[in-house]
């Protein structure tokens, strides 16, 4: 089977070209592993190869999949993950996962003495379950114009502790995703739509600017629109 990798290396004239390759695999990890056979210097990210770590997650035809579970088909075209540093090849650089998640402050801050009972456990599981591979990051639009965007997994992870019972600081995690965080997202859904372990992304956004209503904090896009309207 033929497929086309786009690959970047600071050596090459231009630097970013595509390749053509002959390769067989039942998944798309395994066919690069086999043509790595062949051209030595073809660089990727391999971890778990079973879905888990998400580190091997690429663009194939435009879309953000985990190479280690997507079946290749006849002339693919394979890409590294967009708006994450292009290091080598198919490899991205992993610092933006740190960075978002402290200024989006997605961590138990100030835990109080409540323990978590099963029904608040069932309804931050899914967002638990995030492996930070980076795919729904890649997919979001609002990075083509703002680089500053909190951005879709370091929204779902800060619901995912707002929404928890043992945090007291609530509040202040939602001042932490006002600025270039939840008013920003389009609601276009990309971000669901690529997520290899079914979270919603999209919805947690939604459940964020909830929690930011309740505490009275306005989407500064709709008083905008109001003000206009007082005008008439
Ligand atoms: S939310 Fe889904 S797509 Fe985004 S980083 Fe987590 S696992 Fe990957
Ligand atoms: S729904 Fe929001 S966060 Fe998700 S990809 Fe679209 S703009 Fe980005």
Not at 11 to 28: A, D, I
Not at 48 to 67: D, H, W
Request: hydrophobic letters at 30%; one cysteine or more; glycine letters at 6%.
């Amino acid at each position: 089977m033929k497929i086309r990798i786009r690959r970047y290396h600071p050596s090459f004239e231009p630097k970013v070209k595509l390749f053509e390759y002959e390769g067989e695999g039942s998944t798309l990890l395994e066919m690069l592993e086999n043509i790595k056979t062949k051209d030595r210097t073809l660089t990727f990210n391999k971890g778990c190869r079973s879905g888990i770590c998400g580190c091997c997650a690429v663009k194939v035809n435009g879309k953000e999949v985990l190479a280690c579970t997507y079946e290749p088909k006849e002339n693919d075209l394979v890409e590294p993950l967009s708006f994450s540093e292009n290091i080598r090849d198919l490899v991205c650089s992993a610092s933006h996962i740190e960075t978002l998640l402290k200024r989006a402050r997605a961590f138990l801050e100030k835990p109080s003495n409540k323990k978590q009972d099963e029904e608040n456990e069932k309804t931050i599981r899914k967002q638990t379950e995030c492996i930070l591979c980076s795919s729904c990051h890649s997919s979001c639009p609002v990075y083509e114009v703002n680089k500053n965007f909190l951005g879709p997994f370091a929204l779902t992870r800060s619901y995912r502790y707002v929404a928890d019972i043992r945090e007291e600081e609530k509040r202040e995690k939602i001042e932490a995703v006002l600025k270039d965080g939840i008013w920003d997202c389009t609601l276009c859904g990309n971000c669901t739509e690529v997520c290899p372990q079914g979270i919603d992304p999209k919805n947690d956004i939604l459940m964020l600017q909830g929690y930011a209503g309740r505490f009275g904090f306005q989407n500064p896009n709709l008083s905008s629109f109001g003000s206009f309207g007082l005008d008439f």
